[in-house]
């Protein structure tokens, strides 16, 4: 039901009969859980008031290309980052020749030639304009630009013919947004993932932790379920939604994800330490609340185990990965990392009061024994999206490898 949870989808609108169908698809898409923002050309406001496309999605309707007021909510560059899908539905035959040709006459042309996110079209139009020569040429252009041509039906059409063009149903549509999130990169493969913090009790009523909200581990656990795998989130106290379709196993401290990792690690086929796990704990957490008393209080900690390492120096240790969260000499001490841990890879973040812990966005650095990958700045559910295919490729070819 939730398939599109946390997905973001720019929704294009343009000029056509089959434009209040969007409204029909827009509820879909948010009925299953995607956040929609949409855009609509001047001629699909004939068809199709922005004011129900507002009502509908609950957010103002983006129209102009140099509009004051919805720029300074959110820039069409912004707006062009923001999308995890780009889908245009309907996409007229002249919005299709626009995009071909790489026009950036209005928002939405502009938007599609900003963006990076996979571009999806459900063409609606006259069948003869469908079947006409110059269409069909700018439908395989685009094809083989990887731009997804959803449809189109055939059938009767709103101007009496019958033929090829009508929009596809926007069930239909909705059903193939979804499976466009689902790669297969790891289906049939099992993965641990740790996330958030760990609270390290002093007295009943105060701990050490740290400023991790557990974003990047659910968002690489989400990643992992749209790559067929099957899930298992070991979680510190975190306040964000949980992530669905895992098993989720909630811990407190450094040592209770020890415990709960070292129970779950054994099926498992990739370990993914995205949790900030704290290094010490107290020697000994008081019975009674901690009273003030002279100028300085000292608190004496120890050793917690680390978590990492000692999956990776299993006997049949998982493929492993690690993050390395650092406010200095980034790669340096991410690669003394991967090779102090015996890992098969690292993701490095570089951390700070503004950067990596409980943020939007961020940049890794991947790093392995043979190879390094930089994934630039973006929301935490792409990079997470982007850093599963890394560990998806590297986990085959270390197979294949074992293999021979
Ligand atoms: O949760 P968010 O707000 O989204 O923030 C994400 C993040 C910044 C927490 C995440 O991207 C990140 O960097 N996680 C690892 C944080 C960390 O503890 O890094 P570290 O460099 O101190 O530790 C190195 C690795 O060892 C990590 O994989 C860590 O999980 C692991 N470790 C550390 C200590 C310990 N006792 N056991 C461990 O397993």
Sequence with gaps: MYQLKNKRILLGVTGGVAAYKSAILLRALTRDGADVRVVMTLNACEFITPLTMQALSGRPVHIELLDAETESAMGHIDLARWADVVIVAPASANFIARLTNGFAEDLLSTLCLATNAP?????????????????????????????????????????????????????????????????????????????????????????????????????????AVEAGADVTVIC???????????????????????????QEIGINDIFISAAAVADYCLVKVADQKIKKSGEDLQLILKKNPDILAEVAALECAPFTVGFAAETENLEEN???????????MIAANQVGEELGFDKEENTLTVLWPSGIQQLELASKDKLARALIAVIAERYYEKNSNQAH
């Excluded at 700018?138 to 929009?167: F, H, T, V």
């Excluded at 401290?253 to 709960?260: F, G, L, P, T």
Aim: a positive charge; charged letters at 20%.
């Design 119 to 223: 571009i999806m079209l459900a063409p609606a139009m006259n069948q003869q304009m469908w079947l006409n020569q110059a269409t069909q040429d700018n439908i395989l252009k685009l094809a083989a630009r990887k731009i997804q041509i959803m449809g189109p039906d055939s059938g009767n059409q709103a101007c009496g013919e019958i033929g090829p063009g009508r929009m596809l149903e926007p069930e239909l549509i909705a059903k193939a947004v979804a499976e466009s999130f689902s790669n297969g990169l790891l289906t049939g493969s099992r993965l641990l993932i740790t996330a958030g913090p760990t609270r390290e009790a002093i007295d009943p009523v105060r701990y050490i932790t740290n400023r991790s909200s557990g974003r990047m581990g659910f968002a690489l656990a989400n990643a």
């Design 236 to 262: 510190g106290p975190v306040s964000i939604e949980k992530p669905e379709r895992v098993k989720l196993i909630e811990v407190q401290s450094a040592n209770d994800m020890h415990h709960a990792v070292m």
């Design 334 to 344: 991410a690669i003394n990392k991967l090779q102090r841990k015996k890992l098969d």
